[in-house]
């Protein structure tokens, strides 16, 4: 069974950096394309990087490029989320998400089947 577990989020002040964690579990995350996505309540929810089986990785979301990183540990079957210079904006709950492809661009990143429960960040100013 697939399953993603974020884990990181937190309270930080304006211009701290945090790093989320998604492990996943009943597959290999090596072997496909992994996503994170946030959603502030009332809006849609935001597709922000993906990083593929092959380690090219994508920044969809013109505000975080420069200050979020996606990146993998293999061994830990983790994928990361660096997050820097944190800005009230980015309030919000940050979902992994993973369609079972091996590219970022095999599908709408919105409608990938698998989930974790979300990890709240929260940036004050």
């Known amino acids: 069974q697939v399953q993603l577990v974020e884990s990181g989020g937190g309270l930080v002040q304006f211009g701290r950096s945090l790093r989320l964690s998604c492990v996943g579990h009943?597959?290999?995350?090596?072997?496909?394309?992994i996503a994170w996505m946030r959603q502030v309540p009332g809006k849609a929810r935001e597709g922000l990087s993906c990083?593929?089986?092959?380690?090219?990785?994508?920044y969809n979301v013109d505000s975080v490029k420069g200050r979020f990183t996606i990146s993998r540990d293999s061994a830990k079957n983790t994928v990361y989320l660096q997050m820097s210079s944190l800005k009230p904006e980015d309030t919000a709950l940050y979902y992994c998400?993973?369609?079972?492809?091996?590219?970022?661009?095999?599908?709408?990143?919105?409608?990938?089947?698998?989930w974790g429960q979300g990890t709240q960040v929260t940036v004050s100013s």
């Open positions: 009943g597959f290999t995350m090596d072997n496909y394309a």
């Open positions: 990083i593929s089986s092959t380690e090219i990785t994508t």
């Open positions: 998400a993973t369609g079972l492809y091996p590219r970022c661009d095999a599908r709408d990143i919105h409608e990938w089947e698998y």
